[in-house]
């Protein structure tokens, strides 16, 4: 059975979606929104934990010679 073949066997099995009670769409929005907030959340650990001169820091962190 090739790859094609499974994928389609797997939509045939598939029941139509309603669409018409809405709970999909407000189950779609809550998911959207989550995302977004674990975005935001990762974006701030970055900000935090980024140093505000990476320059200097980078200059401070050299090695030199063999260390």
Same mark, same amino acid.
Request: no cysteine; proline share 0%; hydrophobic share 35%.
């Given at each position: 059975?090739?790859?094609? $073949?499974?994928?389609?066997?797997?939509? $045939?099995?598939r029941?139509p979606d309603?669409?018409g009670?809405?709970?999909s $769409?407000?189950?779609?929005?809550?998911?959207?929104?989550?995302?977004? @907030?674990?975005l935001?959340? &990762?974006?701030d650990a970055?900000q935090?934990?980024l140093?505000?001169? @990476?320059? @200097?820091?980078?200059?401070?962190?050299?090695?030199? &010679? &063999?260390?």
């Open positions: 059975m090739r790859l094609r $073949e499974r994928t389609d066997d797997n939509r $045939e099995g029941a309603a669409g009670d809405g709970s $769409e407000a189950n779609l929005r809550s998911m959207r929104l989550a995302g977004q @907030s674990l935001a959340a &990762g974006a970055i935090k934990a140093s505000g001169d @990476s320059e @200097s820091f980078l200059a401070a962190t050299r090695q030199q &010679g &063999g260390q």
